[in-house]
């Protein structure tokens, strides 16, 4: 015959149910193992109505003690059942049954499957993921608060247009940035979560970069320029890429890679301390962008070598999609030969002329630089720069 | 019964008084299919329908309000079985609530006041506390003012929305009195609907049940005893169902009983609930 002997008991004295006396209920409920009991007493009014309504909810049994008015006897059902996690411990592959838990907590069993599809390390993980967050907590800055606008001078309207249209060009870039990492986070498993905190501010960075790039645009009196049809065409073929380690590939490791030669460019050749504080600032955030995707492609790659054929593939395919596209668009490129020239006299556009040349070839070094720093041959590396999108992104 | 009702799936009617009735089902659906009881439900925007579905043999199992269950038996003659409730089903209380500074002390007191009460064909929030009041020797229709709070009339109450109403009608006072379930009320306070202390308990019911299992009385006991026993066999230790049994309220499903129906019952044909649906069943 069960034990109904009270294992411990509780004195509520005046505390009622809505007043918190269910905390110190569970508190009691949970030190004890299922089928034991707990006597309860207490004299707040209507105690008896609010404990038996408790218990139904809980799936409790209560009862009056026989004689003894204001005392009760609750069962206790015993601890949930829970799965106990490690903080340390990464798995290869994440639970279903984990939800939105961190990893070192209890998790109760029986949660709803969210259906992460990316819930295996290899899919997600890197190295230096703590780094990398670390830095770009520290390294947040304010369009409002760090750019110094009263400086910005008032330029010529060929150089504000050209800074305009590079402008445009960067926010609609900076878009692309943002929408493909964040279609991603939402896939990633929890237990994965410095990939999705370091996802999240490259989000949150891309952001200011719109914003803040927008806002150069519109400082100066030429307001901002065209967007052209085959720079969307290119920005889409990235949005469209459903596998992560491929579009962090061709975002991180081409796009954006490409995009760190363009933001040195850029500084270098600023007409005014404001331009060229918005693109340093930038280029320090894609940086870590960059180490993020670099660093991704490198863990999969030491496990899968051959997953860099299919990453050549990507960049051939994206490269055949886009092949009737005639190139960097003409907005782009004429905003680029005016901004590096300083002018459109014949002078200032041969020498922006030379400097653009000199600033694709760059692009063109520094990429297959960085794919033979992933061990691509540097056949390979040559052929798949030379895939790159035209773009840049 | 036809040769291809005995062995289809077992259907169980639900009513649909919010999306996630969806994801209960199709989440039970796999349990029981495991456990050798392959279910298929169907959905009603409204208990009379499913009602009328149950009696005609659309359905197999109606999941049922206790007004449905009791218009089932009223337009059956008795014909019907309930078969199964939640244990949260069992053993429940309205309460009439007051503001704390109110000078009512018995339900006499309400003659000519106004109380707030949910939707009009709420079994807990509306129909048994009136028959409370009525116990008293009032006519709560016409010696009150009865503030109905209808949100989605025809699903019995079962979307708390007009109870929270009525609890907001007592703290704006815009009634003197308001009616809750007993776990509603410490949700309501708990949740900031009403302030802890600005209301008192004023009258309780005695306890009532709530929802039930229905079947026809017809209905071949094969056909039923597959999907009982898994039912009362459901743990919600099972991760496999644990999400569903939080969604639909409880711990344990038990075998139903129907003392827990008489206030109803008689709240019902006190006011004449179903009117000649109820005379013509009757006659």
Same mark, same amino acid.
């Given at each position: 015959m069960p034990d109904s002997t009270p294992k411990s008991r509780l004195d509520l004295e005046d505390l009622a149910l809505h007043e918190g006396a269910t905390v110190l209920l569970r508190r009691v409920l949970s030190q004890l193992a299922t089928g034991e009991w707990c006597e309860v007493c207490g004299d707040s009014a209507d105690l008896a109505s609010q404990l038996a309504a408790w218990c139904r909810k809980e799936g409790l049994r209560c009862e009056s003690r026989q004689g003894v008015a204001g005392t009760y006897r609750i069962e206790s059902a015993g601890p949930a059942l829970a799965i106990h996690t490690s903080r340390g411990n990464v798995s290869e592959t994440a639970a279903l049954n984990w939800g939105l838990a961190p990893r070192g907590a209890r998790i109760e069993k029986g949660?709803?499957?969210?259906?992460?599809?990316?819930? +295996?390390?290899?899919?997600?993980?890197?190295?230096?993921?703590?780094?990398?967050?670390?830095?770009?907590?520290?390294? +947040?800055?304010?369009?409002?608060r760090d750019i110094p606008w009263p400086e910005l001078p008032k330029l010529s309207t060929e150089v504000e247009s050209a800074v305009g249209q590079i402008m445009t060009f960067l926010t609609e870039n900076e878009f692309a940035a943002l929408y493909v990492p964040a279609r991603f986070i939402p896939r990633i498993h929890p237990h994965y979560r410095e990939v999705v905190e370091v996802l999240a501010m490259q989000v949150v960075d891309e952001a200011r970069h719109a914003e803040a790039f927008t806002r150069r645009a519109e400082a100066g009196c030429a307001g901002l320029g065209t967007t052209a049809t085959s720079g969307q065409l290119s920005l889409k073929t990235l949005l469209e890429e459903p596998d992560f380690t491929t579009a962090t590939f061709l975002l991180c490791v081409m796009g954006e890679g490409t995009f760190l030669t363009l933001l040195k460019f850029l500084a270098e050749h600023a007409p005014d301390p404001v331009t060229a504080m918005l693109v340093r600032l930038a280029h320090r955030d !894609?940086?870590?962008?960059?180490?993020?995707?670099?660093?991704?492609?490198?863990?999969?790659?030491?496990r899968e070598p051959e997953t860099r054929l299919s990453m050549a593939a990507a960049v051939e395919r994206r490269s055949q999609m886009l092949a009737s596209i005639s190139g960097l668009s003409s907005y782009v490129h004429d905003a680029l030969v005016v901004f590096a020239g300083g002018g459109i006299s014949v002078s200032q556009i041969r020498t922006g002329s030379r400097h653009v040349a000199?600033?694709?070839? !760059?692009?063109? @070094?520094? @990429?297959? !630089? @960085?794919?033979?720093?992933?061990?691509? !041959?540097?056949?390979v590396a040559t052929t798949m720069s030379a895939y790159h999108t035209k773009n840049f992104m | 019964m036809s040769t291809?009702?005995?062995?289809?799936?077992?259907?169980?009617?639900?009513?649909?008084?919010?999306?996630?009735?969806?994801?209960?089902?199709e989440g039970?659906?796999?349990y029981f299919a495991?456990?050798?009881?392959?279910?298929?439900?169907?959905?009603?925007? #409204?208990?009379?329908?499913?009602?009328?579905?149950? %009696?005609?043999g659309a359905v197999d199992v109606a999941w049922n309000s206790p007004l449905a269950w009791v218009k089932s038996q009223i337009v059956s003659r008795g014909a019907c079985r309930a078969i199964a409730m939640r244990d949260s089903d069992r053993d429940l209380t309205t309460k009439i609530i007051v503001r704390a500074s109110s000078t009512l002390s018995k %339900?006499?007191?309400?003659?000519?006041? #106004? %109380?707030?009460?949910?939707?009009s064909d709420s079994p807990q929030a509306t129909l048994i506390p009136l028959g409370l009041v009525a116990d008293s020797g009032l006519d709560p229709r016409r010696d009150c003012r009865v503030l109905y709070h209808n949100v989605m009339v025809g699903k019995h109450g079962d979307h708390v929305g007009g109870e929270r109403d009525a609890a907001k009608a007592l703290a704006s006072g815009a009634a003197d009195a308001a009616c809750v379930l007993d776990a509603n009320y410490a949700v309501f306070i708990n949740e900031g609907t009403l302030d802890p202390g600005a209301t008192r308990v004023f009258a309780t019911t005695p306890p009532f049940d709530h929802c039930n299992f229905t079947t026809r009385a017809d209905l071949p006991e094969q056909r039923v005893k597959p999907f009982l026993g898994a039912l009362l066999g459901m743990s919600f230790q099972d991760p496999e169902v644990r999400v569903f049994m939080e969604l639909e309220g409880l711990k344990r499903w038990l075998p139903a009983r129907t003392s827990g129906y008489a206030q109803l019952e008689k709240a019902v044909e006190r006011f004449d609930f179903f009117g000649s649906a109820a005379s013509s069943a009757r006659s």
């Open positions: 949660g709803p499957d969210f259906g992460f599809t990316l819930r +295996q390390k290899r899919d997600v993980w890197a190295r230096e993921l703590n780094a990398i967050y670390s830095q770009a907590t520290a390294n +947040q800055w304010s369009a409002a !894609e940086a870590r962008h960059v180490a993020f995707g670099t660093e991704h492609v490198r863990y999969v790659f030491e000199e600033l694709q070839r !760059e692009m063109d @070094r520094m @990429r297959r !630089e @960085r794919l033979q720093s992933l061990r691509f !041959e540097p056949a | 291809s009702s005995a062995n289809r799936a077992l259907r169980i009617g639900a009513v649909a008084y919010d999306p996630k009735v969806v994801t209960i089902w039970f659906k796999p495991k456990h050798g009881a392959e279910i298929d439900y169907v959905l009603y925007s #409204t208990y009379d329908a499913q009602v009328d579905a149950n %009696l005609s %339900l006499a007191d309400l003659k000519g006041k #106004t %109380l707030a009460v949910g939707a």
